[in-house]
């Protein structure tokens, strides 16, 4: 794998690192295949209990990485589709895993990013981060990431951010339910051992069993809710509102409705 790292330790636990520094993590097709392989591999791993999602460099993740998704303007609209599914198939492995997942977030996260941190069963931020779904400032809209976000946040508080691009602070994303909680920078290395060490301290048959209850009781992403996603933003990427935005951030000035 060239774009994540995954490490594992003894006593069970297991370390994804997102490992795009010099792009801000950002999410390559290559790198969301490479999430749901590992995903995929450490779920039927048995000594595994434990997973931790963490980010090397100065960012958590940017988001979609944009040069990929200037690529999807002269594909034609199935293979689009395609191209749009694999952040919507990593997600769904991650979220699928049996162990629970520990999110390490830092530094900043937007779009996608999010999605990363909504299918996180703890996630703990850094004081100081950004947050932010900026889809809509592309003009595209924040949908593949959507049904995982919304089954995080709740309808109510996904909406005071899902639409308008806002860029929010990590204490309001305690209050959104996108972070479990915060702490400083300097202590998040230690309140992510202290969330391990509590789950280690566990039956893992029964944390496993738990999670599954705890997913059947709340309500899983449904496979139509994924797929009422890709197509909404299949239909944005035939948009000239879609081109315009992508070629104004490309071209460094201002979007037409800015």
């Excluded at 890709?230 to 037409?256: H, M, N, Q, V």
């Amino acid at each position: 794998m060239t774009t994540i790292r995954v490490e594992r330790e003894a006593r069970g636990v297991a370390w994804i690192w997102l490992a795009r520094p010099e792009k801000h993590n950002a999410l390559s097709a290559e790198m969301m295949t490479e999430l749901e392989a590992a995903a995929e591999e450490l779920a039927a791993d048995d000594d595994v209990r434990v997973v931790v999602l963490a980010a090397e460099g100065k960012s958590f993740c940017a988001g979609g990485d944009l040069a990929w998704m200037r690529e999807q303007f002269g594909m034609d609209a199935g293979t689009r589709r395609s191209e749009s599914r694999r952040i919507a198939t990593a997600l769904g492995a991650l979220a699928a895993l049996p162990q629970p997942l520990i999110g390490r977030i830092h530094g900043n996260a937007f779009g996608g990013g999010l999605g990363l941190i909504s299918v996180c069963d703890m996630a703990l931020g850094g004081q100081g981060i950004k947050l932010g779904l900026t889809e809509v400032k592309l003009g595209l809209i924040p949908a593949n990431i959507g049904p995982y976000v919304v089954a995080r946040m709740g309808a109510v508080r996904a909406r005071e951010v899902f639409m308008n691009g806002r860029i929010f602070g990590a204490e309001e994303a305690v209050r959104l339910d996108l972070l479990n909680r915060t702490v400083a920078p300097e202590d998040l290395d230690a309140a992510v051992a202290d969330e391990i060490a509590a789950y280690l301290a566990c039956a893992p048959g029964a944390v496993r069993a738990g999670k599954a209850l705890l997913n059947d009781l709340a309500g899983r992403v449904s496979t139509a809710q994924v797929d009422e996603a890709i197509d909404a933003l299949a239909r944005r990427w035939e948009s000239d509102e879609a081109r315009e935005g992508i070629s104004a951030f490309f071209d460094k000035r201002p979007a037409p409705w800015a």
